[in-house]
Nanobody, 114 residues
Framework: QVHLAESGGGLVQAGGSLTLSCEASGISRLMFGSMNMDWYRQTPGKRREFVAAGQGDGTTAFADSVKGRFTASKDKSRNVVYLRMNRLTPADTGVYYC?????WGQGTQVTVSS
């Protein structure tokens, strides 16, 4: 069974950057290389919202709110996907999750101070 684990969250000032990681275990590197991985975030009192999608072929898509600031990548040798977040604003604060086919990680907290 696939297990996802996010890391890399923390406290950062507005304008700063963070890179989140999502490690997939319980899956071969071959399968991981072709799998999609999406990122969502959630703040208290709000619905979980889409942030980014990464397709197995390397295609990526982003929510309008993060487009041009966030990038997504994958290290197939390590079964890890990354979400690089630049020019962070307080509106980016939340718990960030990676997900694939209904499997979710535990999330990692990102807090952006003004």
């Amino acid at each position: 069974q696939v297990h996802l684990a996010e890391s890399g969250g923390g406290l950062v000032q507005a304008g700063g950057s963070l890179t989140l990681s999502c490690e997939a275990s319980g899956i071969s590197r071959l399968m991981f290389g072709s799998m999609n991985m999406d990122w969502y975030r959630q703040t208290p009192g709000k619905r979980r919202e889409f942030v980014a999608a990464g397709q197995g072929d390397g295609t990526t898509a982003f929510a309008d709110s993060v487009k041009g600031r966030f990038t997504a990548s994958k290290d197939k040798s390590r079964n890890v996907v990354y979400l690089r977040m630049n020019r962070l604003t307080p509106a980016d604060t939340g718990v960030y999750y990676c997900t694939n086919m209904g499997v979710w990680g535990q999330g990692t907290q990102v807090t952006v101070s003004s």
